[in-house]
């Protein structure tokens, strides 16, 4: 199971496009991709194809085990999973992170999380083997 956290330095730097994209690159090698949107501004889903009026995901239950029926999968086989419509900040990451684990297919999945920009790395189950990326360049759209 490999772990690839992505977070911008603020808003607008296309974190969340480059997520749904790695996501689409990495199944195309016939891997099982799974991309979780950590942001409660972020709109993962809709890269995806989702629906604009989908409005719940993760944050919106108790438990990681609820929240699973708010995975989806795209044409490409991607599996992802909405942030919802709670938008408190102060949501347990480190809690949906590790309940991750559940999913993992095989050793050769991938997990793609895009992070909101206002929440400290350290806040996050980082393991060592895990990859953080800070997105510092503006959208160019």
């Known amino acids: 199971m490999k772990r ?34 950590l942001d409660p501004k972020g709109d993962l889903g809709l890269h995806f194809g989702l629906a604009w009026e989908h409005q719940l995901g993760w944050s919106d239950y108790p438990n990681f085990a609820s929240a699973c029926e708010q995975f989806h999968q795209d044409n490409d086989g991607v599996k992802f999973l909405p942030y919802g419509s709670r938008s408190n900040l102060g949501l347990d990451f480190s809690s949906i992170i590790e309940s991750c684990q559940q999913l993992n297919d095989s050793d050769d999945s991938w997990f793609l999380f895009d992070c909101p920009a206002h929440v400290d790395v350290h806040r996050y189950s980082l393991n060592e083997d895990d990859i953080f990326l800070e997105i510092i360049n503006c959208d160019a759209i």
């Open 4 to 37: 690839v956290f992505l977070k911008g330095i603020k808003g607008g730097t296309g974190t969340t496009s480059i997520v749904a994209n790695l996501a689409c690159a990495l199944r195309k090698s016939n891997v099982p991709v799974y991309a979780i949107d």
